[in-house]
């Protein structure tokens, strides 16, 4: 039983390029969330889906996408990298009123 | 949106010493809970605890909704204590899990 996995664990991104952050979960939980850490910030709420087929935008939305057509899998997506999307990501998975799981984390930093 | 604020900051312990984290909130919650950020940067979550008081081995939590504010106890800390007590609350009143999150206590135990 792995949780929530997030891949990678490090990346290494130019200004202008795009990539995809990996979530998969394998507890069947039905809220999934993308939030972002940043140095004396706490984590801040990127966006997040109630269920497959759903999403919404949380506190800072700009400059992310995501889709979810599976419960598994929450992918973030970032269109045109900027420096200050140089951060630590973490994906988050919830069922009901029971705690929420994370991930381990992305470290991404963007030159 | 709604405000969490943590205190204090920093904390530095002797090994064996008790401590208590407090986090303030703005607004009435539907959701509270406390996480152990370790030196490794894993979320690790502690409490799930909207209202009253839990307990789990050396920590324990206390939640007193009406006057907004929640506290963590650690007694008899250990050095693997050590890393960043985040209080994160969601107020929206609907999801459960759009949460928002304080800039944490970072709590240091010497040997």
């Known amino acids: 039983n792995a949780g929530v996995t997030q891949t990678p664990k490090f990346q290494v991104l130019k200004t202008g390029q795009s990539m995809t952050l990996q979530c998969a979960q394998d507890m069947n939980h039905e809220y999934m969330s993308w939030y972002r850490q940043d140095p004396g910030m706490g984590l801040r709420l990127i966006h997040y889906s109630v269920g497959a087929g759903i999403t919404d935008q949380g506190e800072v939305p700009n400059g992310y996408n995501v889709s979810r057509s599976t419960t598994e899998d929450f992918p973030l997506r970032l269109l045109s990298a900027a420096p200050s999307q140089t951060s630590v990501y973490f994906c988050?998975?919830?069922?009901?009123?029971?705690?929420?799981?994370f991930g381990d984390g992305t470290r991404l930093s963007i030159l | 949106g709604i405000q969490v604020e943590q205190s204090p900051p920093d904390l530095i312990l002797q090994e064996g010493a008790n401590s208590t984290l407090r986090c303030n909130f703005s607004?009435?919650?539907?959701?509270l809970q406390w996480f152990h950020q370790n030196p490794w940067g894993q979320l690790i979550n502690l409490f799930y605890i909207p209202s009253g008081t839990k307990q789990n081995g050396r920590l324990s939590a206390t939640t007193v909704a009406t006057e907004r504010y929640s506290l963590l106890y650690i007694s008899s800390s250990q050095t693997t204590d050590s890393g960043v007590y985040f209080c994160a609350v969601d107020g929206s009143g609907g999801s459960n899990y759009k949460l928002t999150f304080g800039k944490g206590t970072l709590l240091t135990v010497n040997p």
């Open positions: 988050a998975t919830g069922q009901g009123n029971q705690p929420q799981h």
């Open positions: 607004d009435s919650v539907n959701n």
